[in-house]
């Protein structure tokens, strides 16, 4: 802890210091814009702050709201959140060789960690070597997921609750892209460090993949010696869309111990696809993703635990007004709605044949007004339904959340 304080003196005393330095030498690199950028490309497509010739270039987000929810009549009243501050680090170390981390601090600093950090090792536009702590290109979201580009101030359920959002795992892998005229194609493929058993031994009382982020063992070492494989290939038409498939998979549970063996390799196989449009005159943007999961549960788990689960959510944003407000030139307000549903328990009880509920879906209408591209003012509507593992009547959640969300 003591070192993480430090670090975060060192990096602030740093910001402090630029402010003696003749503003000449500071220069804000813009996040690329180009129609040719896809999710892969999200970690570096972000504003950063330059000194001079200093090969270190600093930036990043910060988000704060305040909400008031009732669930089934029952509320905790007004409520103010600081969500998150993520600080961004990159530096050229060379011609064609980069560093870039990420740190979170989430909750005030109920939690801090480090979503990214690793070198890229540039070759050939197809072939690049990536390595450090990098972050598993599972769906889209997980990649793409600073909240300045979002509408929505929660997160989807769908990639923080089924998905476990910003995961990334201590690994190397390979990436690469191929242009022709209005095409991009890319690919992703992975090594690292995986998943462990909390996934079925853990407090949520289902199968759960988030659960294993708890696990802060797997930046140094493998709960069970076998990598987990992540790979992704996108292809983007810039005048269309982009449309990515991904897949992530790996042993979870320690099936062998000093050479004695404790159990069968189980595995957990995530699939998923993602996709991303904005339609022509009226700029209709239209993102969404959608994941399937399996885990082998061992027998002598209650069908509590489920051996399947998908979900998924789709975004549509309408700009209303493109038009400069109280003196930002580049403001635009949008209507929005997010629609979203998990199923954690995909499946019929074998006892009854019935159907296994545990599954949520929720309806966020949203309006925003991004003052700038990289600063965002939204109000949203939250309306939520949640059926417990027997299907008894769903539990509503609804209310008002309000806040903002900026790159710095």
């Not at 242009?179 to 289902?206: C, H």
């Not at 009226?282 to 979900?311: C, F, H, L, R, S």
């Not at 003196?327 to 044949?353: H, M, P």
Request: aromatic share 14%; proline share 4%.
């Amino acid at each position: 802890m003591m070192r993480i304080l430090f670090f975060v003196a060192f990096i602030f005393t740093t910001y402090a210091a630029t402010a003696q330095i003749d503003s000449t030498l500071l220069r804000r690199k813009p996040m690329d814009s180009s129609s040719k950028n896809m999710n892969m490309d999200a970690i570096y497509n972000r504003p950063f702050l330059s000194i001079g010739k200093l090969p270190v270039a600093l930036g990043g987000y910060v988000e704060a709201n305040w909400q008031h929810l009732g669930t089934d009549g029952v509320t905790e009243g007004h409520q103010f959140q600081m969500r998150r501050m993520t600080l961004f680090i990159a530096s050229s170390i060379y011609r064609r060789i980069k560093f870039l981390s990420e740190i979170e601090f989430e909750d005030g600093t109920k939690e801090i960690n480090i979503e990214f950090a690793a070198v890229d090792i540039e070759f050939h536009p197809l072939f690049n070597v990536r390595g450090g702590i990098v972050m598993n290109p599972i769906g889209a979201f997980n990649q793409n997921h600073d909240g300045p580009k979002w509408e929505f101030i929660d997160r989807p359920v769908s990639a923080t609750q089924m998905l476990p959002a910003t995961w990334s795992n201590v690994g190397f892998g390979i990436y690469g892209k191929k242009y022709d005229k209005n095409w991009v194609i890319g690919y992703e493929a992975y090594l690292t460090n995986g998943f462990n058993n909390r996934i079925i031994d853990n407090g949520d009382g289902r199968t759960s993949l988030p659960a294993a982020k708890e696990d802060l063992d797997r930046f140094e070492e493998s709960f069970n010696g076998v990598p987990l494989v992540t790979a992704k290939a996108a292809v983007r038409h810039q005048k269309i869309a982009e449309v990515g498939i991904s897949y992530m998979g790996g042993v979870y549970n320690k099936f062998e111990d000093d050479g004695i063996t404790l159990d069968k390799r189980r595995r957990v196989d995530v699939y998923a696809i993602d996709a991303n449009a904005t339609l022509p005159k009226i700029k209709t943007y239209i993102t969404g993703e959608w994941a399937w999961i399996n885990v082998d549960v061992p027998a002598t788990y209650t069908q509590q635990y489920g051996n399947k689960q998908m979900g998924g959510f789709l975004d549509i944003v309408q700009p209303v007004c493109q038009r400069p407000v109280l003196g930002f030139d580049k403001s635009v307000i949008n209507l929005a709605c997010r629609f979203e549903y998990v199923d954690w328990n995909v499946g019929k009880f074998q006892s009854t044949g019935g159907d296994i509920a545990d599954n949520f879906m929720a309806v966020v209408p949203a309006i925003s007004w991004r003052i700038t591209p990289q600063t965002v003012i939204r109000i949203n509507y939250r309306y939520n339904w949640q059926a417990d593992l027997l299907g008894n009547p769903y539990a509503k959640t609804a209310g008002f959340q309000a806040g903002f969300s900026s790159y710095f």
